[in-house]
């Protein structure tokens, strides 16, 4: 399953996962949710997604080094400041905060099956080779950071 790593961009998996879980969404019964819940949690996690994702595009902006994903391996700096010192991984968290809205959307808890195969597919083709990558970029720097810093949350 090599051929799958860093080959999709998260950014079109996140949006690919999105369309395939508004398509799924009226294979069950929705949830009965007050409106008020439904609008609260959707707008929580959208805000929640778009901060988290932006602190990390700033961060790496600041840092002067790459947001590609899919080339790791031209990374100019190893990151660990701003939300970085709280997740090694925000932007991928945002989108799943995004899809996660999605579900409080739909109202459907399904949907939630959908977020959790987008989580594995990122930790398996994403990133892991990321970290295998910033590990021979950045050797005991990239280890001890990975230590001090979780990989989602």
């Known amino acids: 399953m090599k051929f799958l790593e860093l080959k999709i961009p998260p950014v079109l998996l996140?949006?690919?996962?999105?369309?395939?879980m508004w398509l799924s969404k009226d294979i069950s019964t929705p949830m009965i949710l007050s409106s008020q819940?439904?609008?609260?949690?959707?707008?929580?996690?959208?805000?929640?997604g778009t901060i988290v994702v932006a602190a990390g595009v700033i961060a790496f902006k600041k840092a002067k080094t790459t947001v590609d994903?899919?080339?790791?391996?031209?990374?100019?700096?190893?990151?660990?400041?701003?939300?970085y010192q709280y997740t090694?991984?925000?932007?991928?968290?945002?989108?799943?905060?995004?899809?996660?809205?999605?579900?409080f959307y739909a109202a459907n808890p399904l949907?939630?099956?959908f977020v959790v195969l987008f989580i594995f597919y990122l930790d398996t083709f994403q990133i892991s080779p990321e970290e295998r990558m910033l590990e021979k970029?950045?050797?005991?720097?990239?280890?001890?950071?990975?230590?001090?810093?979780?990989?989602?949350?």
């Open 14 to 20: 996140m949006m690919i996962f999105a369309a395939i």
């Open 37 to 48: 819940l439904t609008i609260i949690m959707t707008l929580l996690f959208c805000f929640l």
């Open 69 to 83: 994903p899919t080339k790791p391996e031209s990374s100019a700096s190893l990151v660990s400041s701003g939300v």
């Open 88 to 103: 090694r991984n925000p932007m991928y968290l945002g989108f799943s905060c995004w899809l996660m809205a999605l579900c």
């Open 111 to 113: 949907l939630i099956g």
């Open 137 to 153: 970029l950045f050797g005991q720097a990239y280890l001890d950071y990975c230590h001090q810093v979780r990989r989602w949350i």
